[in-house]
């Protein structure tokens, strides 16, 4: 038997396939996007170790030192507003909590959620329709993720969330769940 006879076909999970396929006309005209701020990449890299001293580099003159969240209490990395919804650890009925803002980058317009999971991950997401007046609004909206039975898989269990206009507009939230 060959090497390449051994290779066992999987189904391609998030940590193989990113957000999507590239489509580069629908670049141009994403629709939604998560915006995130230079201070809230600083609290992320705080968070992982790097001191405040550090990340004044990243900052402007005019902006003054960076101030570091007073405690790590104050800065939960799960709200990091990230185009993929990761939650490092889950207990069953203990529910997961986290809040994302999207922006308007196209026309106005309502998007509504939906929502793909397995049977053992309850996902709840409110708003779930977002309603834009003009380009440039945000809007926030909750993910409640609920592990109900422990999955048949190995340590972790995989969603989607897709934002969708009715039209062209699809804008994909992959969610990554680690159990134990």
Partial sequence: MKEHDEIRLKTATPFAYGVGE???????NPGLVYDITTEEYLNYLWFRGA?????DEFYKPDDGPYEPPRTKKEFNILN???PTITVP????GHPVVLI??????GCPGKYRVKVTAPSELKVDVEPQ??????????????VTLTLRDTPETDGYVFGMLVWMD???????TPIIVRYS
Avoid: M, W
């Fill in 51 to 55: 001191c405040a001293g550090q990340l």
């Fill in 100 to 105: 994302r803002t999207v922006e308007n980058v």
């Fill in 129 to 142: 329709i977002l309603a834009f007046k003009f380009v440039g609004e945000k809007k926030q909206f909750r």
């Fill in 22 to 28: 590239l489509q580069p006309n629908r670049v141009a």
């Fill in 80 to 82: 990091l507003n990230y």
């Fill in 166 to 172: 009715g039209s062209r507009h699809k804008v994909n």
């Fill in 89 to 92: 650890y889950i207990q069953i």
